[in-house]
C-alpha cells in the first residue's frame, strides 16, 4: 500500500511539476505604473520622463584654425614604421628596408566623427527568491513608480548595470513550483526513487550468471541524488516552501556610439583606419548636442547631423539622455613610393601609432625576390 501511495504522489509531483514550470499570473499583485510588468522579463523599456534640462545653444567655432596644419612626418620615421612592421612579420625579408630608395613621400589626412550618447533605461520584472523572513512591505504605501526609485549614476560615458529591489511590492506567496511542499520529483530517477542497476544492467545477474552483488539481484538500485525518496528539495524555494515576489527594475547605463570617417584618395582603405588614433581637433560634451557647424569636410558636417537625428529617434524614445558627445580627430596618412631592385613600390604610414600597411611588399617567404 505504501509503494502505491507513493507512486500516486510521485504522479502528483510530475503533474504539477508539468503545470508550475512558469509562474502564474495570479501569483502577482497589481501594482500601479507596472501594470505590464511580467516574470522573466518581457515588459519592455519603461518610457522615461520628459527632460527638464535645458538645451544650450550651439557654439561658433572656427575650424580653420584646427584644421590648417596636416602632420607630416620625415624619411627616417618613415623607414623606422617599415622595418617595425617588417619585424612583426615572421618572413619578412629586411632587404627592401635596407636596400630600399624612397623615391616620394605623399602627406594626405582624413577625419573621424565620433558620436557618443550616454543613456540610462529601465525595465522591470517579477522576481522571487526563497522566503527566509525578509521584509514583507506590499500594500503598506504605494510603490514608488520605476523612475522615481533613487539610483546613483556612473561616471558619464563608463557602461554600468543596477538591479533594484522596488519596495512596498514584496509579498509572501506559496512556491509555485513545489505547491509549498518543499520538495519536487527527482529528476534522475523521475521520481521512482531507483533505477536500473548499472553493473548488472537491471538483468539482476553478472556476466557468470550469479547474482548481482550490488542490488542483490533486484535489478534495480537506490537514486543516489535522492538517496531513494523520490523527490529532491525544490531547487525554487530550496525548501522554504514560500517565496518572496516583488518587482525588480534593472538599470543600464549605456554608452551609444557611431563613427564616420570621411574618404580620401590616398588609396589606403577605411577600414584600416578602424584601428588607429588620430590627432583630435574638436571635441563638445553637452546634455544635447547640436551638429557641427561650418566644418571644412562638409561630409563631416553632414554626419554629425545624421547621427544626432538618429540618436534622438532610437533612444530618447526608450531611454533617458544623460549626456552626449562628439569629437572629430584628424588622422595622418602618409603615402611612401619607394624602389627597390629597379622595381617601385607603396606603403603607407597613418595614425598616432604610426601603422603601416605594405600590401605589395616583395620580400615575403618563398615568394621573395633573390
Known sequence: MQGQE?????????????????????????????????????????????????????????????????????????????????????????????????????????????????????????????????????????????????????TFFQDQKQDIKVPY???????????????????????????????????????????????????????????GQGNCECATCRGKRQLLVFINVSVKWTTEKDNFVAQQSSGLKIENLESVTGKQLFQDTQYMLYPVFGFPDVSVAQASDRFLKEHQAKYAQTSRVLQQRQTIELIPITKVNYM??????????YGNEFEVNAEDYPATCCCSVM
Open 6 to 154: 507513493k507512486t500516486e504522489i510521485t504522479g502528483l509531483f510530475v503533474f504539477h511539476l508539468a503545470m508550475s514550470a512558469a509562474p502564474p499570473a495570479s501569483m502577482f499583485d497589481t501594482v500601479p505604473g507596472y501594470e505590464g510588468t511580467l516574470a522573466g522579463g518581457g515588459g519592455g523599456y519603461l518610457p522615461p520622463p520628459m527632460p527638464t534640462q535645458l538645451i544650450l545653444g550651439q557654439r561658433c567655432i572656427d575650424f580653420s584654425l584646427l584644421c590648417n596644419r596636416i602632420p607630416t612626418i620625415s624619411e627616417d620615421r618613415a623607414r623606422v614604421a617599415l622595418r617595425a612592421y617588417v619585424s612583426s612579420k615572421c618572413c619578412y625579408s629586411s632587404g627592401p628596408v635596407d636596400e630600399g630608395v624612397i623615391t616620394s613621400m605623399e602627406t594626405f589626412n582624413t577625419y573621424r566623427y565620433r558620436l557618443e550618447t550616454f543613456t540610462e533605461s529601465r525595465t522591470s520584472e517579477w522576481s522571487n527568491e526563497p522566503y527566509t523572513a525578509q521584509t514583507v512591505d506590499a500594500g503598506v504605501q504605494p510603490a514608488p513608480g520605476p523612475w522615481q526609485i533613487a539610483t546613483k549614476p556612473p
Open 169 to 227: 511590492t514584496s509579498s509572501v506567496k506559496n512556491c509555485h513550483k513545489c505547491l509549498g511542499m518543499g520538495r519536487g520529483p527527482c529528476t534522475a530517477c523521475a521520481g521512482a526513487g531507483n533505477k536500473e542497476c548499472s553493473p548488472c544492467r537491471g538483468t539482476g545477474h553478472n556476466q557468470t550468471d550469479d547474482r548481482c552483488i550490488h542490488c542483490s539481484g533486484r535489478g534495480r538500485e537506490n537514486c543516489s541524488s535522492c538517496k
Open 340 to 349: 627597390w631592385k629597379g622595381k617601385s613600390y607603396v606603403y603607407f604610414v
